[in-house]
């Protein structure tokens, strides 16, 4: 009796990997996304593609078991919080690796990395609230052994002013919580399908996202664009609707041109889909 409690850290561990890597896949072939890699092709992206995206995503999964496995049940303190920084690096590295040097998913190890964290503190399920309100104190907690160095992410924060990843952990994800989460499950409840649903949740995120990948490569005029872009598919009622879907492509035509990707927002919305999951087999139990 007494190996249950480690076949339950094995199997819920193994699902929230398997989880997480399924939500990258699932956001990587997602289309059409406005300057994002998709099914139908680079984006505004030289160096990326589906297949490197998804070949990204199946690197990350002993990451993600790794990281729910040393979190299970444990509470949020330092000691847990390097534990999770040396894992998110290690996994960062094999990322490298697998992608033959390119960054694929640096954001998503980070947001993910920390949900997937969360989520196994509580024991391999919970609300979507509790989680990222349990992410929020690992994300505050100091990691010493990070190493001082400017992402590119980083740099576009503190050149422009604006809060980034770190303070979108920080804060308990409130461009899921406020924005996708709802905005998903509300298309979803419009009778949209999952494609279209999903579609509406990355452009309620990208509404207001002071998407730093966006910033790094097109600047504010970028940034300005994605969000008003963003707000027309949502004012002409999705991207399910004939006058949504032409928005839709006008802010794809505007990223290409201005060669910006909101790669930030993708992350998120891999976040997003990740905690719809967690949560909805949460309600099954």
């Known amino acids: ?8 850290v094995e199997g819920g561990a193994e699902w929230l990997a398997r989880t ?24 505004a992206h030289h160096d990326l593609s589906l297949a490197l ?10 990451t993600f078991q790794a990281l729910a496995q040393q979190s299970w049940r444990r509470p949020a303190d330092i000691a847990l ?27 998503a190890i980070w947001a993910l990395g920390l949900l ?43 050149r422009y002013r604006v809060p980034g990843a770190r303070e ?18 509300l298309s979803r409840q419009n009778g949209s399908s999952e494609m279209h649903a999903r579609l509406d949740a990355l452009m309620a995120i990208m509404t207001s996202l002071t998407d730093t990948c966006v910033l790094s490569r097109a600047g504010m005029e970028g ?29 794809d035509r505007q990223m290409l041109a201005l060669n910006a990707s909101p790669g930030g927002a993708a992350d998120l919305l891999a976040a997003t889909l990740f905690l719809d999951r967690v949560e909805t087999s949460y309600s099954k139990h």
Do not use: W
Not at 22 to 43: F, H, M, T, Y
């Open 1 to 8: 009796m007494k190996l249950l409690p480690r076949i339950q």
């Open 20 to 43: 997480a890597t399924q939500c990258l896949i699932d956001e990587a072939r997602l289309s059409p996304k406005p300057g994002l890699v998709d099914s139908r092709g680079n984006g």
């Open 53 to 62: 995206m998804e070949r990204s995503a199946h690197s990350l999964t002993a």
């Open 81 to 107: 919080r390097q534990t999770i920084g040396r894992l998110g690096r290690e996994g960062e590295q094999q990322m490298m690796a697998a992608t033959g040097g390119v960054n694929t998913h640096r954001g």
């Open 116 to 158: 997937v964290s969360a989520v196994a503190m509580h024991g391999g399920a919970g609300k979507a609230q509790q989680v990222t309100a349990t992410a929020a104190e690992l994300a505050k907690l100091p990691d010493d052994a990070a190493p001082k160095v400017f992402s590119k992410g980083l740099r576009a924060t503190h």
């Open 168 to 185: 979108e952990a920080q804060q308990a994800f409130p461009h899921i919580m406020q924005r996708a989460l709802p905005q998903l499950r």
């Open 223 to 251: 940034l300005d664009a994605m969000q008003h872009g963003a707000r027309a598919v949502l004012h002409a009622g999705g991207s399910a609707h004939p006058a949504g879907e032409q928005a839709l492509a006008r802010l």
